[in-house]
């Protein structure tokens, strides 16, 4: 038990226990700040997220198809299949084309916000070309990202660590919450 206590007293007196103390106080603040991150995200979407690795193949655009149309009707959004279908597919073709690594599917709703979005991420970090103007009708390529402009209501490129995510958003209906109905004296209620 002395040694303990000299133990720990040497490491006061050298100064070297304030400074870790300090180090892991800084760790588990910002360990903090990230769980309050994550659960204000969490609340905004209600937990209305899907995250589904594809794989580097031409399969991995019906597959991202069959993500969407199931999980779009599992939420109640089956009104928006056709549209984030195809800019999905247009999205996933173009990692499969001018990207390399894996490709990872992420698509969330907001019932705060009202929005889809839907996220395609892979390991190149270069941005697709957003000033490129649409294909010509004698062109075989380059419809894809003119497709997501049009279609989408906002749409983006960001750099990751392990390379980019290109996203889109599409409106959705807001949840309606029942008027609360105050009877007024001498009226029955509904």
């Known amino acids: ?3 303990v206590i000299r133990t720990r ?6 100064g070297v226990l304030f400074p870790l103390c300090r180090l892991l106080w800084r760790q588990a603040a910002t360990a903090a700040a990230r769980v309050a991150q994550l659960a204000r995200y969490l609340r905004r979407t209600r937990g209305k997220v899907i995250s589904q690795p594809l794989e580097s193949h031409v ?3 019906p597959h991202a198809r ?7 009707a599992r939420w109640g959004l089956t009104e928006h299949v ?8 247009e999205l996933v073709t173009n990692a499969l084309q001018h990207a390399w690594g894996p490709i ?9 916000n009202r929005t889809l979005r839907c996220d395609i991420a892979d390991g190149c970090p270069a941005a697709p070309p957003a000033d490129r103007p649409p294909a010509r009708a004698d062109e075989d390529h380059g419809r894809g990202l003119h497709l997501v402009d049009q279609l989408s209501n ?6 990751t660590a392990a390379g980019k995510t290109v996203w889109f958003e599409l409106r959705t209906p807001g949840s309606r919450a ?13």
């Open 66 to 72: 069959r993500i969407i149309r199931t999980e779009l």
């Open 9 to 14: 007293c040497v490491a006061v007196r050298e």
């Open 154 to 159: 906002r749409w983006g490129a960001r750099h």
């Open 178 to 190: 029942r008027p609360r109905r105050h009877p007024q004296p001498g009226c029955d209620p509904p």
């Open 1 to 3: 038990m002395r040694t």
């Open 104 to 112: 990872q599917l992420r698509m969330s709703h907001s019932l705060v």
């Open 82 to 89: 056709e549209i984030a279908e195809l800019l999905v597919s």
């Open 59 to 61: 399969r991995a655009v």
